[in-house]
């Protein structure tokens, strides 16, 4: 059923990467298609055996068309997912059972063949094998494809679409992101999401404008609708007549020549007025974003995110990948730092066959530092990779979502192990490395003090701790309006984290996405950090902001937001007080977060 056209019909999201783009929709309808269920007469039961097996020929050729069509290396060594899914087309149960219930059954074959996935899913969900189990997800992708080519349907076939596109999406999986040709894509929407969603901040690494939580994107947009999209406000306009067009333009522009203008910040010293030193480093995913964070002035990598050397592959990163990639990781910012975090799979991001595909709570299930623990080999082979790459500059490691002192002591364990295992090898690495523990989990807020005699450092991940600390699901975009880095919960409890932190003598740093908002850091000044991880593309802004106040006067701030009660009262009160410091233009572009 065609959706209606919508002209001009602006609806609102959640920024998630921000940048202005417009560009044909392309809607990618993995998970909505409705399916056509019809009774056949017996005398045409062999035609449609017939429609059948000739969609399924029609997904063979589509996606070995897809496959060769990818020349780009990087994601030339994901195709794997595309054989596994031209042997699922090749599944003799999948087709002798459609086969069979068109036969016995009389039904077209779209309903014969959800009658099949319907029989494939109970049977998926009694195998032992989690890897097998997991290939639910590929059945169900295929299928998609299948149900699709039944019905005459447009593919997501992204290698053919001419120019720009922006993607429509219900959802978008981080390890969907990175199948799509990336080239082709100008932007991202989805229905669902929130702004700390690992595909936003997987976006925001990729440069790649993004609306999530749009809840009614998928149902409003059709295929090759014009679209516009402003991935800081949130705005997607849908067929956009000239006018609309020429004022979003118009503020690309403005936005773009202020931009500019930031950028000369970049390689400025990142120091108050009063001479405070203040330390802004780049959280990245993928090697090549190095040059970026160079150029926008990081002195460091305050945050590798390691998972998407796991991602999209059915076998594990070795020992030796593990290396050779945190090897340039350390040889390419020196003479800065790199913080390597070890594996944070879980929550929205899932391992090929790994992942406890049934899980309530993924967000608080088998993720990050339990994960690690429990699959040791997987851990072991990571550590060795880092320990070795600690060896050729300055290196720290970090574990994620540390909830008590078993779990750290036990993490250091298994690191003392392979590092006694390399000592013996003879095989060099930094004896004196680094221990760093994630605080993003309220317990470990609470245990700072005692956490602090455990490791070198602290990074606080606010995306986490929000999230575990107000419980609003961090990628759910109904609740998304508690979530409130500035609440007095949240101020609370840094404040107790970088206190029990000094008390102990070990720096902390901030590495959520709270670190990337101007106005949030001069809080967090005032709260005593002076050393922040964001995306690149930040650091100028946060560089400009905090080159215009005094450090002595953010405490003096910090003071006042704690007789206050509410995030709204707070919000509106540094906005003021930033409005009274900064430019106007400068002060619009960095309002944004503030807004009540
Ligand atoms: C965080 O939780 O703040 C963080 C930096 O880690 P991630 O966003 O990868 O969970
Ligand atoms: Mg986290």
Same mark, same amino acid.
């Given at each position: 059923?065609?959706?209606?056209?919508?002209?001009?019909?602006? &609806?609102?999201?959640?920024?998630?990467?921000?940048?202005?783009?417009?560009?044909?929709?392309?809607?990618?309808?993995?998970?909505?298609?409705?399916?056509?269920?019809?009774?056949?007469?017996?005398?045409?039961?062999?035609?449609?055996?017939?429609?059948?097996?000739?969609?399924?020929?029609? =997904?063979?050729?589509?996606?070995?068309?897809?496959?060769?069509?990818?020349?780009?290396?990087?994601?030339?060594?994901? =195709?794997?997912?595309?054989?596994?899914?031209?042997?699922?087309?090749?599944?003799?149960?999948?087709?002798?059972?459609?086969?069979?219930?068109?036969?016995?059954?009389?039904?077209?074959?779209?309903?014969? /063949?959800?009658?099949?996935?319907?029989?494939?899913?109970?049977?998926?969900? +009694?195998?032992?094998?989690?890897?097998?189990?997991?290939? #639910?997800?590929?059945?169900?992708?295929?299928?998609? $494809?299948?149900?699709?080519?039944?019905?005459?349907?447009?593919?997501?076939?992204?290698?053919?679409?001419?120019?720009?596109?922006?993607?429509?999406?219900?959802?978008?999986?981080?390890?969907?992101?990175?199948?799509?040709?990336?080239?082709?894509?100008?932007?991202?929407?989805?229905?669902?999401?929130?702004?700390?969603?690992?595909?936003?901040? /997987?976006?925001?690494?990729?440069?790649?404008?993004?609306?999530?939580?749009?809840? !009614?994107?998928?149902?409003?947009?059709?295929?090759?609708?014009?679209?516009?999209?402003?991935?800081?406000?949130?705005?997607?306009?849908?067929? %956009?007549?000239?006018?609309?067009?020429?004022?979003?333009?118009?503020?690309?522009?403005?936005?773009?020549?202020?931009? #500019?203008?930031?950028?000369?910040?970049?390689?400025?010293?990142?120091?108050?007025?009063?001479?405070?030193?203040?330390?802004?480093?780049?959280?990245?995913?993928? !090697?090549?974003?190095?040059?970026?964070?160079?150029?926008?002035?990081?002195?460091?990598?305050?945050?590798?995110?390691?998972?998407?050397?796991?991602?999209?592959?059915?076998?594990? %990163? @070795?020992?030796?990948?593990?290396?050779?990639?945190? $090897?340039?990781?350390?040889?390419?910012?020196?003479?800065?730092?790199?913080?390597?975090?070890?594996?944070?799979?879980?929550?929205?991001?899932?391992?090929? *066959?790994?992942?406890?595909?049934?899980?309530?709570?993924?967000?608080?299930?088998?993720?990050?530092?339990?994960?690690?623990?429990?699959? @040791?080999?997987?851990?072991?082979?990571?550590? #060795?990779?880092?320990?070795?790459?600690?060896?050729?500059?300055?290196?720290?490691?970090?574990?994620?979502?540390?909830?008590?002192?078993?779990?750290?002591?036990?993490?250091?364990?298994?690191?003392?192990?392979?590092?006694?295992?390399? =000592?013996?090898?003879?095989?060099?690495?930094?004896?004196?490395?680094?221990? *760093?523990?994630? &605080?993003?989990?309220?317990?470990?807020?609470?245990?700072?003090? &005692?956490?602090?005699?455990?490791?070198?450092?602290?990074?606080?991940?606010?995306?986490?701790?929000?999230?575990?600390?107000?419980?609003?699901?961090?990628?759910?975009?109904?609740?998304?309006?508690?979530?409130?880095?500035?609440?007095?919960?949240?101020?609370?409890?840094?404040?107790?984290?970088?206190?029990?932190?000094?008390?102990?003598?070990?720096?902390?740093?901030?590495?959520?996405?709270?670190?990337?908002?101007?106005?949030?850091?001069?809080?967090?000044?005032?709260?005593?950090?002076?050393?922040?991880?964001?995306?690149?593309?930040?650091?100028?802004?946060?560089?400009? =902001?905090?080159?215009?106040?005094?450090?002595?006067? +953010?405490?003096?701030?910090?003071?006042?937001?704690?007789?206050?009660? @509410?995030?709204?009262?707070?919000?509106?009160?540094?906005?003021?007080?930033?409005?009274?410091?900064?430019?106007?233009?400068?002060?619009?572009? &960095?309002?944004?977060?503030?807004?009540?």
């Amino acid at each position: 059923m065609a959706i209606q056209q919508q002209i001009n019909k602006v &609806i609102h999201g959640i920024g998630a990467s921000p940048g202005i783009v417009s560009g044909r929709a392309y809607l990618v309808e993995r998970y909505k298609v409705r399916l056509p269920q019809k009774r056949i007469e017996p005398s045409r039961v062999d035609e449609e055996v017939e429609r059948f097996l000739k969609a399924i020929e029609e =997904a063979k050729n589509q996606l070995k068309e897809v496959k060769e069509s990818i020349l780009d290396p990087e994601v030339r060594q994901h =195709a794997f997912i595309l054989d596994v899914h031209l042997m699922i087309l090749d599944d003799q149960m999948l087709i002798q059972n459609t086969i069979d219930n068109i036969r016995k059954r009389k039904v077209n074959s779209e309903w014969a /063949l959800d009658l099949t996935l319907e029989k494939m899913d109970s049977a998926f969900k +009694t195998i032992e094998d989690e890897y097998l189990r997991e290939r #639910r997800s590929d059945l169900h992708y295929v299928s998609a $494809r299948i149900f699709r080519n039944l019905m005459g349907k447009k593919h997501d076939d992204i290698t053919k679409i001419k120019g720009k596109v922006i993607v429509v999406a219900h959802d978008l999986s981080p390890a969907d992101t990175l199948q799509m040709q990336l080239s082709q894509v100008a932007g991202f929407i989805t229905d669902i999401g929130g702004k700390v969603s690992h595909t936003a901040i /997987l976006a925001r690494s990729l440069g790649i404008p993004a609306v999530v939580g749009l809840e !009614v994107a998928t149902s409003l947009i059709n295929g090759g609708d014009l679209l516009i999209i402003d991935g800081e406000t949130g705005e997607v306009v849908i067929n %956009p007549t000239e006018e609309t067009s020429k004022s979003f333009f118009e503020r690309r522009k403005r936005i773009k020549s202020m931009e #500019r203008e930031v950028l000369k910040y970049a390689s400025l010293p990142a120091e108050t007025r009063d001479g405070v030193r203040i330390h802004l480093q780049a959280n990245i995913e993928m !090697v090549e974003e190095i040059s970026s964070a160079k150029s926008h002035g990081a002195e460091g990598i305050g945050l590798y995110r390691t998972e998407i050397l796991y991602l999209n592959r059915k076998n594990l %990163p @070795t020992e030796e990948e593990h290396y050779q990639t945190y $090897r340039k990781l350390v040889e390419n910012i020196s003479p800065g730092t790199v913080t390597i975090r070890t594996l944070d799979i879980g929550g929205d991001k899932f391992l090929d *066959g790994y992942q406890k595909g049934n899980e309530m709570n993924p967000a608080m299930g088998l993720r990050a530092i339990r994960f690690s623990i429990r699959e @040791t080999d997987i851990f072991k082979a990571q550590l #060795r990779g880092v320990l070795r790459a600690s060896a050729h500059g300055k290196l720290k490691i970090l574990f994620p979502m540390i909830s008590g002192i078993e779990e750290i002591r036990r993490a250091k364990a298994i690191l003392e192990e392979e590092k006694k295992g390399l =000592a013996k090898a003879r095989i060099p690495f930094d004896r004196g490395v680094k221990i *760093g523990a994630m &605080i993003e989990i309220p317990s470990a807020s609470v245990i700072a003090d &005692i956490l602090a005699r455990e490791v070198d450092f602290f990074s606080i991940g606010t995306n986490d701790l929000i999230q575990y600390a107000l419980a609003v699901d961090r990628i759910n975009e109904h609740v998304s309006y508690l979530y409130e880095p500035l609440h007095p919960a949240i101020l609370r409890i840094i404040r107790s984290v970088v206190q029990s932190a000094k008390n102990a003598g070990i720096p902390t740093a901030i590495c959520g996405e709270m670190a990337a908002v101007p106005s949030y850091v001069l809080v967090l000044m005032g709260l005593g950090l002076e050393e922040f991880s964001m995306h690149p593309i930040a650091i100028p802004k946060v560089k400009r =902001a905090l080159r215009m106040v005094r450090a002595e006067e +953010t405490k003096t701030l910090v003071e006042r937001l704690f007789q206050f009660s @509410t995030p709204t009262e707070i919000k509106r009160y540094v906005r003021k007080w930033m409005a009274e410091r900064f430019p106007e233009e400068f002060f619009k572009l &960095i309002a944004e977060d503030l807004k009540t």
